[in-house]
């Protein structure tokens, strides 16, 4: 008995090249829309949630030049900077002023903008504020501990004072705070500008060696271990 041998037919060649194309080109397609996908500018950077009150850091910070502190006021001691309760804005937004305009500036809000603060401060609930800038949970940050050192807030959040929106900045990956703790000197400003954000340096100034004489004051030696983070 004579065994038939068994053969493909002419079409299978050219059907494993276009096989073998598309599983390459798929996994390379894969491979690239993943990593823009999870990439922490893509995430991260541009981050603009709506807010309860269209609150304007360009008329308050930028025209107005209320400091960061005056809203943020715990930054300079404690680890987290302070969301500012409803009595920090009634300090100018009173319900009494029908007209929901400051005792210090003819600056006039829309009374249908600032009622979610006049509800607030008249049931005593607070302002439910979203978080812009969120790091998870197993991540340790403390404001203070940079700022005292000379960190502005511009090196993380950008010109707040500019933003009508405030928006992710920065994409607070990781490997961006890494590279800062690995190369500091041109994030240190003198202490008493860390809240000026539209500061500039003077024209002879020599950042190297400033940053320098006030790491060896401050003793300013940021960590890179792990757990300095990952509490």
Not at 168 to 195: G, Y
Not at 210 to 228: L, S, T
């Amino acid at each position: 008995m004579i065994m038939q041998r068994f053969l493909f037919p002419r079409w299978s060649n050219p059907f494993l090249l276009v096989l073998g194309a598309a599983l390459g080109g798929g996994g390379l397609f894969a491979a690239a829309v993943g990593g823009l996908v999870t990439d922490p500018v893509t995430l991260n950077i541009g981050y603009e949630p709506e807010q309860p009150v269209p609150f304007s850091h360009a008329i308050h910070a930028g025209q107005l030049k209320l400091d960061c502190r005056y809203c943020h006021n715990t930054v300079f001691d404690a680890a987290h900077a302070a969301v500012p309760p409803t009595a920090t804005c009634v300090n100018c937004h009173s319900p009494a002023n029908d007209q929901g305009q400051t005792a210090l500036a003819a600056v006039h809000a829309d009374s249908v903008k600032l009622k979610p603060i006049h509800e607030s401060w008249k049931t005593g609930k607070s302002m439910q504020w979203k978080r812009v800038h969120n790091l998870p949970e197993y991540v340790y940050f403390n404001h203070a501990a940079h700022v005292n050192s000379g960190v502005s807030c511009v090196s993380c959040h950008g010109r707040i004072d500019q933003m009508e929106v405030v928006y992710q900045h920065e994409q607070l990956s990781m490997a961006w705070c890494i590279e800062c703790h690995e190369n500091p000197n041109d994030h240190l400003r003198p202490k008493e500008f860390v809240t000026k954000l539209d500061w500039e340096p003077p024209a002879d100034w020599d950042q190297d060696a400033f940053a320098e004489k006030q790491r060896a004051e401050q003793n300013i030696h940021p960590q890179r271990h792990c757990a300095v983070c990952h509490r």
